[in-house]
């Protein structure tokens, strides 16, 4: 007997041992694994998912074939975790799933990227299909009739609000008064932070609002950080996860600086023709990763984060660079080439919206 109790004891053991060390998954459920860990891998056949001779509506600024990129070799490229398998974008599965539903993407010109993104992927999809695009001041209306599906872009740099003050615009950190939009949506994806950076000319306010207070200045971490939990608290009261799925699309890296890729020498994404094999070199963006991880962490109501950042930082490659028009005179290495890296996005999108 003392010897069976031994052994019953010692399997009690094991069992909780493997508890602490196994991550807990429902029956039947497989392991997860982190779909943003990974690489860039090279596939001439599997991508794009499309091209801009099959999407009439892509942005002049994101067309970088049509603006005369003379490579192409930034199209071909697929994202492959480590340790799983990325889902295949199914565009016809995804019109299935949301046939007669509402997506609404909330956020600055990276979430316009993002939404355009979609729309071609599924416009791709069902060519034949008759849609409609409709731009109406800071809203943008993409459908497909035939499924009643619905995609939805609502231009807000910030997500909390900017108004017109009697010196200057006025930045509330602290209000929330447009998201009556956002409100019985089934999808909504937000994004936020390229515009809280800026200073000098191209700061969008002058005055910026926290409580009671008024600012000339503030630090621009801080103030993004009290926007976010502005956001966080607007969703924790007004989203029901039954009806409305929350994404948080991660911080879009843009590559200004070749020291944060390993080359000091490089001034910014002009001529790069090649992702990044690792992140060993990688820098920058840590901080306003951490601030969205803290702020969505301690939520209430359930939000996916879309962290699309690392993967981000290896497509050096991604920008439009000098072929942002046909001029060439700008340079652009934040907003992203379309077809091309926002598809990746997407297809991490779809991966999350078909599980479990």
């Known amino acids: 007997m003392g010897i069976i109790r031994y052994s019953h004891l010692l399997a009690i053991l094991l069992s909780l041992l493997i508890s602490f060390i196994i991550p807990h998954q429902a029956n039947g459920e497989k392991p997860r694994c982190n779909l943003f860990q990974g690489s860039w891998v090279f ?3 599997s991508y794009p998912f499309y091209y801009n001779s099959t999407c009439p509506f892509i942005t002049k600024e994101f067309n970088c074939e049509s603006n005369g990129r ?3 070799l930034y199209l071909h490229y697929g994202w492959k975790p480590h340790a799983c398998t990325l889902p295949r974008f199914d565009g016809h599965d995804f019109l299935r799933r949301y046939r007669g539903k509402k997506i609404m993407f909330v956020g600055d010109s990276l979430s316009y ?3 355009q993104s979609l729309t071609c992927m599924l416009h791709a999809t069902v060519p034949n299909s008759p849609y409609s695009l409709v731009r109406k001041e800071s809203l943008s209306n993409f459908t497909i009739p035939d499924y ?3 995609i939805m872009l609502s231009r807000n740099a910030f997500l909390v609000d900017l108004v017109k003050g009697k010196a200057g615009p006025v930045l509330k950190v602290n209000s929330i008064k447009g998201g009556d939009a956002w409100k019985g949506l089934d999808t909504l994806i937000f994004n936020t932070w390229h515009w809280w950076t800026y200073k000098g000319a191209l700061q969008k306010w002058k005055y910026l609002e926290a409580g009671t207070r008024i600012f000339r200045d503030f630090n621009r971490l801080e103030a993004f950080e009290m926007g976010l939990k502005t956001w966080a608290q607007w969703v924790d009261t007004n989203v029901d996860p039954s009806k409305t799925k929350v994404f948080f699309q991660g911080i879009s890296p843009s590559h200004y600086r070749g020291s944060e890729w390993g080359e000091p020498n490089v001034k910014n994404c002009a001529g790069q023709t090649h992702p990044l094999k690792n992140s060993h070199n990688l820098t920058g963006f840590a901080e306003p990763r951490a601030v969205v991880r803290s702020v969505i962490k301690k939520m209430r109501k359930p939000v ?3 962290d699309i950042t690392m993967l981000s930082q290896l497509r050096k490659d991604g920008h439009p660079s000098y072929y942002t028009d046909g001029s060439r005179s700008g340079m652009d290495c934040t907003h992203w080439c379309l077809a091309g890296v926002p598809d990746t996005w997407n297809q991490l999108l ?3 919206l078909i599980q479990k």
Do not use: E, M, V
Request: hydrophobic share 40%; proline share 6%; charged share 5%.
């Open 304 to 306: 996916y984060l879309l």
């Open 148 to 150: 009643g599906i619905s």
């Open 350 to 352: 779809y991966a999350a």
């Open 43 to 45: 596939n001439n056949h």
């Open 70 to 72: 003379p490579d192409l």
């Open 113 to 115: 990227n993002q939404w």
